[in-house]
C-alpha cells in the first residue's frame, strides 16, 4: 500500500502522539484533537487512526469518561 508523504507525516504524527512519555489521559485527549483536525479537513481513516489508537490509551488507563467520548466521535 503506497501512501502520499503528507499523509506518512501525519501518521506518524498520530504515532509520536501515541508513545511520547506523557500522563496517558493527556495523550489521549491530544489524539482525540488531531482526530478531530484530520476529520474536519476530510481525512476519515487519519482520524479514525488516531480514535483508534486513543481507545487503546483509554482502555489501558481505564478512563471510562474518556472512552465514552471517543464512541461519540467514532459513530
Known sequence: ME???PKRWKLW???ILYRLPQESRKKI???LKL?????SSGEEELAEH???LSRKLAEQARAVHLLK???QRVR
Open 50 to 52: 488516531c480514535y483508534h
Open 69 to 71: 467520548k471517543i464512541e
Open 29 to 31: 485527549k491530544n489524539l
Open 3 to 5: 501512501i502520499d508523504p
Open 13 to 15: 504524527k498520530a504515532e
Open 35 to 39: 482526530g478531530d483536525e484530520y476529520k
